[in-house]
């Protein structure tokens, strides 16, 4: 099991850009898939971005065009470049993570591992 920790949530007004951090706890160097997942209140969580060990990526249509997800697997670090932010983007924020495997889903019953989550808040 894979321990991951995100950072880089925070406070941002409408068009405005913060990038998201995720460091896990063990090497990553062999087959793994990453995501992103957010959850707003009231809301189901949803898929935002997904890469995998292999370099491809997988982005919702919600996101495309505004968000970047890419894998350090050195820093053992996954990142999400947020721009052009907007207030429905405003949700808590999770990674995720299933080693031993090279896949692409926004399946959030795929991925085992999970982050305890960061906040993310636009206002307009």
């Known amino acids: 099991q894979v321990q991951l920790v995100e950072s880089g949530g925070g406070s941002v007004q409408s068009e405005g850009s913060l990038k998201l951090s995720c460091t896990a706890s063990?090497?990553?160097?062999?087959?793994?898939?990453m995501a992103w997942f957010r959850q707003a209140p009231g809301k189901e969580r949803e898929g935002v971005a997904t890469v995998d060990s292999s370099g491809r990526s997988k982005y919702a249509d919600s996101v495309k065009g505004r968000f970047t997800i890419s894998l350090d697997a050195a820093k053992r670090t996954l990142y999400l470049q947020m721009s052009s932010l907007k207030p429905e983007d405003t949700a808590m924020y999770y990674c995720?993570?299933?080693?031993?495997?090279?896949?692409?889903?926004?399946?959030?019953?795929?991925?085992?591992?999970w982050g305890q989550g960061t906040q993310v808040t636009v206002s307009s």
């Open positions: 995720a993570a299933k080693t031993g495997w090279q896949f692409l889903s926004l399946n959030p019953v795929l991925y085992p591992d």
């Open positions: 063990t090497d990553i160097y062999s087959s793994v898939s």
